[in-house]
């Protein structure tokens, strides 16, 4: 709508009327003024990762595909800068070398389904050592990506082989 001119707007989708209109076409209810719409509430801020339980602390190819999984499984989760310390018991992340660790966390009611998710995560990451790996063809056990026989780092994540 132009600066300045009066208008009415749909309480169920927003569409914006003229003022002379008095039902929505989309959503058959009543228009309002921009006075009269209801405050939308405002969302529940997710808490502090202090306050909710970490699932995995990893570079962040291994946190975006875990993020990713959350995101389409509607799980409520946070990504936050992390330290090796805050890593969960059991979670070996020294093997990351020097690049930069970010960790996953959710409300300690999603811990238990979300760790099933990251340990099938896991599996697809980490290398296949199965006897019918190809020989030869090596995958960087944080990130998957495709890695020289002689490599000392994965180019994708960073993580050090040394």
Known sequence: MTAGAEYKICPACHEEYTAMASRCAECDV?????SEMPAEAEAE????????TCIRVAPIPWIRALS???????VAHRVDPAQPTDAPEGQR????????LFG????????APVR???AAIARDVL???SPDAVQGEEACPACGAALQAESEACPD???SFA
């Open 45 to 52: 801020a997710f808490p502090p990762a202090s306050e909710l």
């Open 68 to 74: 990713g999984a959350l995101e389409e499984s509607g």
């Open 104 to 111: 996953l966390y959710v409300r300690e009611v999603d811990a």
């Open 116 to 118: 099933e998710l990251d």
């Open 93 to 100: 992340v020294e093997s990351f070398g020097d690049v930069d």
């Open 157 to 159: 994540c960073g993580i």
């Open 127 to 129: 290398p296949d050592e």
């Open 30 to 34: 009543d228009l309002v003024s921009e």
